[in-house]
Each structure stands twice: as C-alpha cells, then as structure tokens.
T-cell receptor, first 113, second 112 residues
Framework: AQSVTQLDSQVPVFEEAPVELRCNYS??????LFWYVQYPNQGLQLLLK??????LVKGINGFEAEFNKSQTSFHLRKPSVHISDTAEYFCAAYPNTGNQFYFGTGTSLTVIP | KAGVTQTPRYLIKTRGQQVTLSCSPISGHRSVSWYQQTPGQGLQFLFEYFSETQRNKGNFPGRFSGRQFSNSRSEMNVSTLELGDSALYLCASSLQANTEAFFGQGTRLTVV
C-alpha cells in the first residue's frame, strides 16, 4: 500500500525567511515523487519532481527538494520566501508500477509581511 | 502549447440530478486521470484512462463514471447527485501514466 504524509498542515513564515515543508511516504514499490502548488480556485502546478538520479532536485520559483530513500522523505525547501509563495502545497507519490498519484493532505504556507 | 482545459469551471446542481464534466488534455497526451478534491478528504483518485481504456479506478461508488474518446478528451459523469459530491474535480493529463502530470484548473461542482 502507498501513502503520503505531510507533517505540517499549516506553516506560517516571515517574508525572506527560509522554509521547509515536510513530506514522508510509504510504499512497497519504488515511487516517483512530486511537489505541486495550488493557488486559490486554481488547479495544481508542478513545482518539481524526482524520477531518478540526483537526490537533490531543483524546481520553479526557487524551490528545491531532497529525496532521502533511507528516511522515505521528500522535503521541500526554499531559502527565502516571498508573499507570492502563499499557497497550498501538495506532496505526491506515483508508484512506478501504478496508475495514480497518492497525495498528501496538503500544507498551507502563509508568508507574513 | 495549450494546457489542460476543463469545462465548465463552475456548476450548481440539485440533489438527484446528474452532471457531466469535460476534460481536454494537452495535445499528444494519452493518459487522463480524474481527482476529487474536498476540504475533508483532500485529493482522491477517481479513475485513469489511457487510449480509451479505463486502467484504474478509485474507491468511489458506481454513480461516478467516465470515458475517453479517440481524441483523448475525457468526460466524467456523476448520476443521482448528493450533497457530499460538492467538490473541485481536477483532471490531469500525461504522455504516459507514470510521467509528469499536468492539471487543469478544475470544475467546481456545488450540489444544493
């Protein structure tokens, strides 16, 4: 069985401060890992993905994430956040033998001026 | 190139009615998936189509059905609507099932 756990439902952070959004996954098979961002009344936009290779992946808008197989984690980081980063962030796993995404429950990031 | 297009963006329906939602994937993409998003349950997988065949189905009642046409466009139908069906329905398309998925903006369904 597969599951994704986002450890923080809400993360407030001051503008220009660093942020880390935590994600752990559980799977009996290898998975591909993704982070998506959702702005109000919008669909999901891909921030970054890990398919294979280097465990540090860089995405759009200055975000990056590190795949840690031993800890089954895929935490999202940004060194300096902006007001425009305020949104809902979803971690997702896609089993390499499957046909669907397994999403976490989301982390609401609020950037405080 | 054009992104994933979902129509309509908003719908209001009455309990007991049925509804059809449409999704046009990115040109060349053959896999289309549907997800239901609610505040309480988060994002839940409905079904996935590839080349007109349903390959995977989530844990939803039979009132939820879908299909995919030869041009890869997909429709989702919900019959006998219930208040609990109120949600944002998201469609995602990808070249193949296990590659990067691109999501549409969703259809916001409200059942009254």
């Amino acid at each position: 069985a597969q599951s994704v756990t986002q450890l923080d439902s809400q993360v407030p952070v001051f503008e220009e401060a660093p942020v880390e959004l935590r994600c752990n996954y559980s799977s009996s098979v290898s998975v591909y890992l993704f982070w998506y961002v959702q702005y109000p009344n919008q669909g999901l936009q891909l921030l970054l993905k890990y398919l294979s290779g280097s465990t540090l992946v860089k995405g759009i808008n200055g975000f990056e994430a590190e795949f840690n197989k031993s800890q089954t984690s895929f935490h999202l980081r940004k060194p300096s956040v902006h007001i425009s980063d305020t949104a809902e962030y979803f971690c997702a796993a896609y089993p390499n033998t499957g046909n669907q995404f397994y999403f976490g429950t989301g982390t609401s990031l609020t950037v405080i001026p | 190139k054009a992104g994933v297009t979902q129509t309509p963006r908003y719908l209001i329906k009455t309990r007991g009615q049925q509804v059809t939602l449409s999704c046009s994937p990115i040109s060349g993409h053959r896999s289309v998936s549907w997800y239901q998003q609610t505040p309480g349950q988060g994002l839940q997988f409905l079904f996935e189509y590839f080349s007109e065949t349903q390959r995977n189905k989530g844990n939803f009642p039979g009132r939820f059905s879908g299909r995919q046409f030869s041009n890869s466009r997909s429709e989702m139908n919900v019959s006998t609507l219930e208040l609990g069906d109120s949600a944002l329905y998201l469609c995602a398309s990808s070249l193949q099932a296990n590659t990067e998925a691109f999501f549409g903006q969703g259809t916001r369904l409200t059942v009254v």
